[in-house]
């Protein structure tokens, strides 16, 4: 069983890729992938609006293999009222933050604090790069600022930090992070790297389609891990993290 | 399947789990690939290319890996150091780095190093970069110019030359050259344009010049594996 808990219908060149979605659960054999719908930067509320009907017309068509992410930019005035009908009314089972804001953002607070409510998990875009780094683009650091403000919220640190030496070592002490291995990133060490730092409990499985597929299951199945880690990476701690019914 | 873009050894920023001769054998069994064109990693970064050459030859003892020399084209050894290869080491292959060791392809020092492949027929790998550019630590490695290659390309059409490590990108815009230059092929390990790169790669007409290469140690096999095959 695989799920790829990170994914993207349409990303920042608004081309809408319904069709590679299935086509991926398809080709992989993939059993249930979550997508989350980012639109520009720094999105006016249209552009979210826009973006998250998107994939929220997709999973419903396809509930048993999609599922999807509300994308939010917290610092918009509407972002509770898109929270509440996100989750309550549209069926999104956890929430994006892209690069509208840095993640530790104070302004993010209070929509953090509705996330912890509704035991739904965030899942953070988070890049560290050497260069053509973003604006308001979170890193490691961030997340774990985050993560220690809110210990009772469900985190998810996307790309393993970009560069996982500079992701998992911010994040290694925050229990209440998990990472996703998804990115166009695979370099041979990476993995097992993050095995060894924070464990294999809190590493899920992601791919970033369509910025990359392949290469990110070629990483798990090639990790010094056993087939049963294998398959927490797979599916078994996804199953955990978005299970509202688990809470820290 | 043969593995044209692959190395045995260390790296200097960061920890390589796996990373003899061995290993890599394991990883190619494991994922059906015959053999190789196989070059160290320490020669990149050592004063005399040839001293790393030599250490890599004592671990090859497979018949169907071809020891690929590392030449620097700017130290004084380095044209000796073909032919000396080819005599000593039984070396099939020279590949250069330019976004390290920072020379002109264009210039006089690679004009002798070509004229030295051509007498010994020997092919030019040709590494674009080392590490994705997004992780580099503690230098920037030189971006290789694509302007710049194009004229070498132009300039040594009767090479059999593989450039590694190549973008999608560079791909697209070296699309002439590759589907002109008989004997100009590129390898697979550095495609990162999404997910189906041969449906892209046909479309440009060069697929037929594509060939596997890893880039191993420093990419995870498995996954240069699964895009490569993936149809």
């Not at chain 1, 998990?178 to 730092?197: F, M, P, Q």
């Not at chain 2, 970064?45 to 018949?63: A, H, Q």
């Amino acid at each position: 069983m695989i799920i790829d808990i990170h994914a993207h219908s349409w990303v920042y060149d608004n081309v809408n890729r319904d069709d590679l979605i299935l086509k991926v659960i398809e080709k992989f054999g993939i059993d249930k992938i979550y997508i989350s719908n980012v639109y520009a930067p720094s999105p006016t509320e249209e552009e979210v609006g826009l973006a998250n009907k998107a994939a929220e017309t997709l999973a419903k068509s396809h509930p048993e293999h999609i599922g999807a992410f509300l994308y939010l930019s917290p610092e918009h005035q509407n972002a509770l009222d898109v929270l509440k009908r996100g989750i309550e009314d549209q069926g999104f089972e956890g929430v994006k933050f892209w690069l509208s804001t840095f993640c530790d953002d104070m302004v993010v607070n209070k929509s953090v604090e509705r996330i912890i409510d509704y035991g739904v998990p965030l899942l953070i875009h988070s890049f560290h790069k050497s260069t053509g780094q973003m604006d308001n683009e979170s890193i490691g650091v961030n997340v774990a600022n985050l993560a220690k403000r809110y210990p009772e919220l469900k985190i998810i640190m996307a790309h393993l930090g970009g560069n996982c030496y500079n992701g998992i070592p911010a994040i290694r002490d925050c229990k209440n992070v998990w990472v996703d291995i998804s990115s166009s990133i695979y370099r041979a060490d990476d993995l097992n790297y993050t095995v060894e730092n924070i464990g294999v409990d809190r590493v899920l499985f992601g791919t970033d389609c369509p910025i990359a597929y392949s290469s990110c299951i070629g990483q798990v199945l090639e990790a010094d891990l056993t087939n049963e880690e294998k398959d927490r990476i797979f599916y078994k701690n996804a199953l955990k993290v978005l299970d509202r019914s688990f809470r820290l | 399947m043969i593995d044209y873009n692959c190395y045995v050894g260390g790296w200097p920023f960061r920890k390589i789990r796996y990373k003899s001769f061995e290993d890599l054998k394991r990883l190619h069994a494991d994922n059906n690939i015959e053999g190789g064109f196989v070059s160290s990693t320490y020669s990149i970064f050592y004063n005399d290319p040839y001293e790393g050459d030599m250490d890599l030859r004592k671990e090859i003892t497979d018949d169907n890996y071809n020891l690929v020399l590392t030449v620097n084209p700017l130290l004084p050894g380095a044209v000796p150091s073909v032919k000396r290869g080819i005599d000593e080491l039984n070396a099939k292959g020279v590949k250069v780095f330019p976004w390290f060791h920072d020379f002109d392809l264009n210039g006089r020092e690679m004009k002798t190093l070509t004229d030295e492949l051509r007498e010994t027929n020997l092919p030019l790998f040709i590494v674009l970069r080392g590490d994705d550019e997004r992780l580099q630590y503690m230098f920037s490695a030189k971006e290789v110019q694509i302007d710049a290659l194009k004229k070498f390309l132009e300039g040594n059409k009767d090479l059999e030359i593989y450039l590694c490590n190549i973008r999608m990108n560079e791909v697209e815009q070296l699309k002439d050259q590759i589907t002109s230059i008989s004997r100009l092929y590129f390898d697979f390990s550095g495609l990162k344009s999404g997910l189906f790169q041969n449906e892209q790669l046909i479309e440009m007409g060069v697929a037929g010049k594509a060939r596997y290469g890893s880039m191993w140690p420093l990419n995870c096999m498995k996954s240069t594996v699964l895009s490569y095959n993936l149809k």
